[in-house]
């Protein structure tokens, strides 16, 4: 799918693109290519002389693949992107990126939702976009606000697993739920901050290559700087996560101690009655209670009292409390 966007007063507006025709008679500032199939991809290079990148090309995470200017002066950039679904773990789609002939061309596989953002305020914010490069950086800017959202996201979820584990009584069944959130917060904080440290590549990658003017070289160490914020937020949040799954491991820990206790009690309960009925179990000739006509019903009492002893003592001493 060809997403055509053409600068209007500083508003990005799309133009509706079916034919080959309706491409030749634009004049764009930024071609957004979705899944692109073959047709659509040899309508941009014969009208734009631009060659769009195949997919493994665009997974390539070389530095030297990941951003590079061409032969003809083409400017190439691969760039990550953060995509969560409602239906799924969330995942990181690379999208390539051309600035070619006073145009931004952006191949990736899937809709991202900072695409969407970008265009939906490009259209309500007039005077914000002056060319491709100010669209390129408000891609990025969106990314990164995007991100905070998501990190937002990720430390209410913990909070929710904060309360669950700190709070309550902690049973097997809750400590699993725990450290199954756990575990998908922190593979998605850890995908925000690889998300986090492509973009900042990227735009360290334009800031170095001069290819800013002052207006948008001060926008990217904004971006930059947001960035910063957003790794110590991320680190932060790792840290949570640490003391989280300690502290559930360690309450599951106490779980299987609790049902050692018992096993524990009830060995060492059983244990005097087990002496007595060894001793009276034993092969020897002289055993005075062997012919005494009580002397089953005494055995039996006697171990009846070797257990119970230990445990009024246990249970005095206060080791049968949970």
Known sequence: MINVFVLQNGRLNQVNIETRNDLENVAPVWVDLTDPNDDERA???SIYGVTLPGEDEVKDIEASARYYEAE???LHLRTDFLLEEDDGPSR????????????????????????RLVRMRARSRPGSIADYKDVLLDLYATDAE????ALEGIYQ???DVSRSVLQKELTDQDAADALNAIAHEEDLNGRIRRNMMDTRRAVSFLMRGRLLNAEQFEEARQIL?????LD????????????LM????????INQNKIIKIFSVASVAFLPPTLIASIYGMNFDILPELKWSFGYPFSIGLMIVSAVAPLIYFRKRGWLKE
């Open 43 to 45: 309508w941009v290079k």
């Open 72 to 74: 003809n002066g083409d």
């Open 92 to 115: 990181v789609v690379t999208v390539a990126f051309i600035l070619a002939k006073n145009m931004l061309f952006s191949v990736h596989n899937d809709d991202l939702p900072v695409f």
């Open 146 to 149: 995007y991100s905070a959202d």
């Open 157 to 159: 979820s913990l909070e």
């Open 225 to 229: 700087r947001d960035i910063e914020s």
């Open 232 to 243: 110590g937020h991320t680190a932060f949040l790792f840290d949570k996560i640490n003391f």
């Open 246 to 253: 300690d502290a559930t491991v360690g309450f599951i820990n």
